[in-house]
T-cell receptor, first 110, second 115 residues
Framework: NAGVTQTPKFQVLKTGQSMTLQCAQD?????MSWYRQDPGMGLRLIHY???????DQGEVPNGYNVSRSTTEDFPLRLLSAAPSQTSVYFC?????????FGSGTQLSVL | GDSVTQMEGPVTLSEEACLTI???????????LFWYVQYPGEGLQLLLK?????DKGSNKGFEATYRKETTSFHLEKGSVQVSDSAVYFC??????????????FGSGTRLSIRP
């Protein structure tokens, strides 16, 4: 059972570049979300989705876009990367208040 | 607003020592409380939870009791192992069956266990 799968695991970007972080889950969960993890700040919610075709903003949405065309996939797009977006990104799905996390993407923006 | 405060790390202990990681919360309703653990190179995973006052969550030798009178949910283990080295996050969900979008995480406590 794969659970929540994130790719890539590591990525280095230059300021202004764009990229998409991929996230897929095989548990048929309606709820999916993206977090960023920064030292001393815990996890902060970027965007979330309660089902295919429905997305909403979390605590720190600026600079990120999401879409949810299928139940399984929830990609996160950085349109123009900035050094402030250097972080570790986690995708998660949820059922009954329990969050299931992917293994994370470590992103550096130079 | 609702919030979670947990003790700053890092916490370094010797194997077989007793562990307590403090967590206190602020919430206007009746939250559910969680501890998540993040092992090196991995995502977070749920360690234990409690959904009402005086409930005790337990898993893998860890315990935490939901104390409404002190608004606390401290994580405890009687004898830690090297394999317990990880980052531990306290979290709350504002009410039972809230959307996961409402879950609030503490800043995490890094625990290192010496052999």
């Amino acid at each position: 059972n794969a659970g929540v799968t994130q790719t890539p695991k590591f990525q280095v970007l230059k300021t202004g570049q764009s990229m998409t972080l991929q996230c897929a889950q095989d548990m048929n969960h309606e709820y999916m979300s993206w977090y960023r993890q920064d030292p001393g700040m815990g996890l902060r919610l970027i965007h979330y989705s309660v089902g295919a075709g429905i997305t909403d903003q979390g605590e720190v949405p600026n600079g990120y876009n999401v879409s949810r065309s299928t139940t399984e996939d929830f990609p996160l797009r950085l349109l123009s990367a900035a050094p402030s977006q250097t972080s570790v990104y986690f995708c998660a799905s949820s059922y009954n208040e329990k969050l299931f996390f992917g293994s994370g993407t470590q992103l550096s923006v130079l | 607003g609702d919030s979670v405060t947990q003790m700053e790390g890092p916490v370094t202990l010797s194997e077989e020592a007793c562990l307590t990681i403090n967590c206190t919360y602020t919430a206007t309703g009746y939250p559910s409380l969680f501890w998540y653990v993040q092992y090196p190179g991995e995502g977070l995973q749920l360690l234990l939870k409690a959904t009402k006052a005086d409930d005790k969550g337990s898993n893998k030798g860890f315990e935490a009791t939901y104390r409404k009178e002190t608004t606390s949910f401290h994580l405890e283990k009687g004898s830690v192992q090297v394999s317990d080295s990880a980052v531990y996050f306290c979290a709350l969900s504002p009410m039972l069956y809230s959307s996961a979008s409402k879950i609030i995480f503490g800043s995490g406590t890094r625990l290192s266990i010496r052999p």
